[in-house]
């Protein structure tokens, strides 16, 4: 069982938006400003989308964005597009002095 | 733009240790304030953090594998390395290295090498 609590799949059609929470606890998420969201295509790496809550990588479309509130984090991708449809997964520094990271179980991501 | 390449054997017999090497390109693994680590991913399943090694050589480690993981680096080879002792098939898995910002956030990944824990 994952730390961090996302739900298992999510779906939109083409131009709406979709929100995927993550939701841990005030040792990790509700600690401070270090959740990130992963992208990942089957088959393929992780790719980086959201870190320290709400900033986006350089080349990351800014559909994506991210939020916070307590002990739970949001990834909301807006006008969905195909190349969307991917899991996602939320990570969250849980201890600053011992560096351990927990993450989310992940989320399935997809476009009607 | 940082490149990570994974490399060690695919198939790994149960109760030894595995052993994979990251080699790090176009950039320092000495750069400050960027940490470098190990993450896997189960067969069908969801990522599983490993842990990271930070400037200095401070480590830190998932709880539920302390007690046989050992992340380091090589400088002089600008190399990252994960050993895992004890392997079960539970350890089968796509592990993947990567350049931290030394927040939690993994920035920058390989592109993963398939480990089968096996007789």
């Known amino acids: 069982q994952s730390a961090l609590t996302q739900p298992r799949s999510v779906s939109g059609s083409p131009g709406q938006s979709v929100t995927i929470s993550c939701t841990g606890t005030i040792s990790d998420v509700g600690a401070g400003n270090y959740v990130s969201w992963y992208q990942q295509h089957p088959g393929r790496a992780p790719k980086l989308v959201i870190y320290d809550v709400t900033k986006r990588p350089s080349g990351v479309p800014d559909r994506f964005s991210g939020s916070k509130s307590g002990n739970t984090a949001s990834l909301t991708i807006s006008g969905l597009q195909a190349e969307d449809e991917a899991d996602y997964y939320c990570w969250s520094l849980a201890d600053v002095a011992d560096g351990y990271v927990t993450v989310g179980g992940g989320t399935k991501v997809t476009v009607l | 733009q940082v490149q990570l390449q994974e490399s060690g054997p695919g198939l790994v017999r149960p109760s030894e240790t595995l052993s994979l090497t990251c080699a790090v390109s176009d950039f320092s693994i000495t750069t400050a304030d960027y940490f470098w680590g190990w993450i896997r991913q189960p067969p069908g399943k969801g990522l599983d953090w490993i842990g990271t090694i930070a400037q200095f050589g401070r480590t830190f480690y998932n709880p539920s594998l302390k007690s046989r993981v050992t992340i380091f680096v090589d400088t002089s080879k600008n190399e990252l390395s994960l050993k895992l002792s004890s392997v079960t098939a539970a350890d089968t898995a796509v592990y993947y290295c990567?350049?931290?910002?030394?927040?939690?956030?993994?920035?920058?990944w390989g592109q993963g090498t398939l480990v089968t824990v096996s007789s």
């Open positions: 990567v350049r931290d910002r030394g927040n939690g956030c993994a920035d920058s």
